[in-house]
């Protein structure tokens, strides 16, 4: 069973930056896709990294802020976050598929493994 742990949240004020870490407990054959769960809201995609490195953004809002990235030396996925709104505020949960596939899609039951998630906070 593959474990994902994520860190790196916060609170922060808007137009600042968090780097987020999802550590595997192997990562190589598998892509990773950061969600995010904001209060009332339905969960949703962000982006996914292909086990070969081809990004994905899901959501048009992130575009040009967020870079998702992977070290497979070190087992973990990162998302790089700039220029944080509050409207990105939320928790953060990474998520693979089953090992070999690539990036499935933004819908989160195409995801067989997750992390616990770790809360990212934007406000002033």
């Known amino acids: 069973q593959l474990k994902l742990v994520e860190s790196g949240g916060g609170l922060v004020q808007p137009g600042d930056s968090l780097r987020l870490s999802c550590a595997a407990s192997?990562?190589?054959?598998?892509?990773i896709a950061w969600f995010r769960q904001a209060p009332g809201k339905v969960r949703e995609a962000v982006s996914c990294?292909?086990?070969?490195?081809?990004?994905?953004d899901y959501v048009d809002s992130v575009k040009g802020r967020f870079i998702i990235s992977r070290d497979n030396a070190k087992n973990t996925v990162y998302l790089q976050m700039n220029d944080l709104k509050p409207e990105d505020t939320a928790v953060y949960f990474c998520?693979?598929?089953?090992?070999?596939?690539?990036?499935?899609?933004?819908?989160?039951?195409?995801?067989?493994?997750w992390g616990q998630g770790t809360q990212v906070t934007v406000s002033s």
């Open positions: 998520a693979a598929p089953g090992a070999g596939y690539g990036c499935p899609g933004p819908m989160s039951y195409e995801y067989r493994h």
């Open positions: 990294i292909s086990r070969t490195g081809g990004a994905l």
């Open positions: 192997e990562l190589e054959p598998y892509s």
